[in-house]
């Protein structure tokens, strides 16, 4: 599809973000409601994703196993929270090679239960702990509202569970992945986000405490785009994980669980895109600069493509893709490397050649504030600060987008003005009542208590009680 087929994102959002999933080739609807399909472009940012986050948690001395797609269902049950929590949204298999099964299965929604239940095969002695264990899968909830990444009947993720000797151990742990998402969002993605803890009415089922990253999309709405639980002892009494202790005492261990989901290229997709389509982090981009030979005769091609070709081997560091096609003019390659996202464009025409440049176009600055000319020789150095800039202006811009939408207002009925297009900070007594109150009134949700804290106290927006912490609260996806 064409570019300026897509709706504007200040006219219509949520066809936006629909249309340039769909354009840009990233996901398609599945035969059943609900589900999608991730296309080979969206599979590889994905990929990228998740080559960003293995790498951390494997510097935070993780390691990845697979658990498998099916619970039985007396599993499930063990926890009442989680139960009561996931039971509306459960995919349930009853008949098994043609025969009525014994006992239901459940399709995980999420795994602490099976991970809950082989941890206690596994957990013996204080030896045995910690134990840090991460899985890349897919789990499946019932989901009556759907969209393309952000909500889907099946979704792709990974769950980090582990467990530990002491409380303190386990809370460190949940902090410590909970700032590994943060520094994926910032520095991979370029997607600001405010990490904090979840109110009591937000948190996990079967959690202690959740802890979240949220961000602020291009309509301002918020997205919990990654989440850590301390599980306190609650799945380790439900499933008798025991271990002997030093002095050969038997202890129930302490557990978290972790994970983040390709929820995240949603956030990417809304973070970053305009009207032209997606704008990609270089870091996580499937290609980060493509090359557009230009050229009106078979004279031309001659003189151009040895450069094209010489450029794309100079340039074996970076993720590039020489775009050759013949059938249509580079007219529409531009748009269409526009729309699906591409960093870094680099043009290559006769000219050019003559004068040894290259045409530098960056997606991030469209139009002619974007464009530059490098020397042919400075191609590999000036492609690498160029993809270094654009990575650090597009965080520099999203950051300022949330700054800029992000009000302080004084009063309830600041309050409601603020969340009707944007986030406020305000101060929170912890009540239950006023928090949903707000959600009541406002359709917004305290999206978390930040963990940057002003200090001192203030009045509740909401009663005027005392209150010592502010609170995010916006409207969110
Ligand atoms: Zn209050």
Redesign the pocket.
């Known amino acids: 599809m064409p570019a300026e087929k897509l709706p504007t994102r200040a006219t219509d959002f949520s066809d936006w973000y629909n249309q340039v999933v769909l354009a840009a080739e990233l996901a398609d609807y599945a035969p059943v409601r609900g589900c999608m399909v991730v296309r080979p472009y969206g599979w590889a940012l994905w990929e990228n994703i998740q080559a960003a986050l293995d790498r951390r948690f494997k510097a935070t001395g993780h390691v990845n196993a697979a658990f498998p797609v099916l619970i039985p269902m007396s599993l499930m049950e063990k926890e009442k929270e989680h139960v009561e929590g996931f039971s509306p949204e459960l995919a349930v298999v009853t008949i098994g090679g043609g025969e009525r099964l014994e006992e239901p299965l459940v399709v995980r929604p999420t795994s602490e239960t099976i991970v809950g239940y082989m941890y206690s095969k596994w957990i013996k002695s204080y030896r045995d702990l910690p134990l840090l264990i991460n899985q890349w899968g897919s789990a499946v909830r019932w989901e009556l509202r759907t969209k393309l990444f952000l909500r889907t009947l099946e979704f792709y993720w990974q769950e980090g569970h582990t467990a530990h000797t002491t409380s303190e151990e386990a809370q460190e742990e949940t902090r410590r992945m909970l700032d590994v998402y943060t520094d994926f969002a910032i520095n991979e993605a370029a997607v600001p986000v405010v990490p904090g803890k979840k109110s009591e009415s937000e948190k996990f089922t079967g959690a202690v405490s959740s802890y979240t990253i949220e961000a602020m999309m291009g309509d301002t709405r918020a997205l919990q785009a990654g989440t850590s639980h301390f599980l306190g002892q609650n799945f380790a009494r439900a499933f008798d994980i025991q271990y002997l202790d030093a002095n050969n005492q038997l202890q129930y261990a302490w557990t978290t669980s972790w994970g983040l989901s390709t929820r995240f290229v949603g956030a990417i997709i809304m973070t970053h895109g305009d009207d032209q389509g997606l704008v990609l982090p270089p870091r996580l981009a499937p290609i980060q600069v493509v090359i557009v030979p230009i050229y009106r005769s078979e004279q031309e091609k001659s003189v151009v493509l040895p450069v094209v070709e010489r450029v794309k081997s100079e340039l074996g560091e970076f993720r590039v893709h020489v775009d050759g096609r013949e059938e249509v003019t580079p007219g529409f390659k531009f748009n269409d490397w526009e729309l699906r996202g591409v960093p870094l464009r680099i043009e290559i025409g006769p000219k050019d050649v003559e004068n040894e440049n290259l045409a530098f176009a960056r997606r991030d600055l469209p139009g002619r504030e974007g464009k530059t000319f490098v020397p042919v020789s400075r191609a590999s150095a000036r492609v690498r600060e160029t993809l270094a800039g654009i990575q650090s202006t597009m965080f520099e811009r999203a950051l300022a987008f949330r700054e800029d939408n992000t009000w302080m207002p004084e009063d309830y009925e600041g309050l409601r003005e603020a969340v009707r297009d944007g986030w406020a900070l305000v101060w929170?007594?912890?009540?239950q009542?006023?928090?949903a109150r707000i959600k009541d009134d406002t359709r917004a949700t305290i999206r978390c208590i930040p963990f940057e804290q002003p200090g001192g106290t203030g009045k509740?927006?909401?009663?005027?009680?005392i209150?010592t912490e502010k609170v995010y609260i916006a409207r969110a996806y």
Do not use: F, L, R, Y
């Open positions: 929170w007594c912890g009540d009542e006023c928090e509740c927006i909401v009663c005027e009680g209150a």
